[in-house]
């Protein structure tokens, strides 16, 4: 168990100089693969514990799709039948969506109802 942020940052400094050798990666009855195992373990247990990934906001999931799918806010706001000052809104985080908006956005965007909802 880690107990300090001085020992998270000595074993993830560990970790590398350990991935750095090919062997250790690919080979299971190399010490440095068990090692390189346990310590992986530790790390991950103590990041969940004291550095949760928090899901992202409506505002960055939004404008994460918007990249991906190559759309301006323009083309966002017709392809979900809402104004384009209504999608400014939602992109500074000044409104949420109404239901049915909502609705519509995790649908067409693919972005999880819990996200949307910021459930």
Excluded: F, W
């Excluded at 250790?24 to 195992?37: F, H």
């Amino acid at each position: 168990m880690i107990k300090s942020e001085k020992e998270y940052t000595a074993i993830k400094n560990r970790i590398e100089e350990l991935l750095s050798v090919a062997e250790n990666i690919e080979n299971t009855e190399a010490k440095g693969y068990v090692e390189l195992n346990l310590l992986s373990d530790l790390v991950a247990d103590y990041e969940e514990l004291h550095h949760p990934i928090q899901p992202p906001t409506l505002s960055e999931a939004i404008k994460l799709r918007m990249h991906e799918r190559g759309l301006n806010q323009r083309a966002l706001s017709q392809y979900l039948g809402v104004s384009s000052s209504r999608i400014s809104e939602y992109l500074n985080g000044k409104s949420e969506p109404t239901l049915k908006v909502a609705r519509e956005i995790s649908r067409k965007l693919d972005i999880e109802a819990s996200i949307v909802l910021g459930v």
